[in-house]
């Protein structure tokens, strides 16, 4: 009998922790959105005044999109830790969660490529491109728009390889 009430209290304890767990990855999927929409946002405002004021307004943004990125990243990296945790600890223990275990066992594994380019990640790096090619055609007239150009450049070529660290890390399976 006592063993019964143990075992009944620890399966509460793992589904409260489940719940718990899974709430947060839902909470960390919404923040992921709102980052993305937040440097959309700025962006196009860095456009809209760049564009009448200036190049070195519009190559400014990649530098805030980049830090933008880097919160989403590590948004993203803690999504893949809570969806392993619930994988590996709680749905193999837990009779009826088999979600997680179908998205990494059934589900079509995509190219690197290709899912490289399906993740939302890749709107950083859309807009960090747009930003470099929206201030060449403004022109470059000064030492220091030629100089965030190269920063940017350098910043380009780092977040598609971050991005693409992440993305092929998380395996794109946050739901």
């Known amino acids: 009998m006592a063993n019964n009430a143990t075992e009944s209290t620890s399966r509460v304890g793992l589904e409260l922790e489940y719940g718990a767990a899974k709430q947060e990855v839902l909470k960390r999927l919404d923040v992921r959105y709102q980052i993305i929409s937040i440097t959309i946002t700025i962006a196009g405002a860095f456009y809209g005044f760049g564009w009448g004021g200036g190049a070195i307004i519009i190559l400014m943004f990649p530098v805030i999109g980049f830090c933008l990125a880097l919160g989403w990243i590590q948004n993203e990296q803690r999504i893949k830790h809570l969806n392993d945790y619930i994988y590996e ?44 090619a929206l201030g060449l055609l403004r022109s470059l007239n000064s030492l220091a728009e030629y100089l965030v150009f190269l ?10 390889i971050v991005l693409r660290q992440t993305i092929q890390a998380s395996g794109h399976s946050s739901a």
């Open 151 to 160: 920063f940017d450049i350098a910043l380009l070529v780092g977040l598609w």
């Open 89 to 132: 600890n709680l749905g193999k223990t837990i009779p009826g969660l088999g979600w997680n275990a179908y998205i990494r066992e059934k589900a079509p594994q995509t190219d690197s490529r290709i899912g490289t380019l399906m993740s939302p990640g890749i709107v950083f790096l859309l807009i960090h491109i747009i930003s470099i």
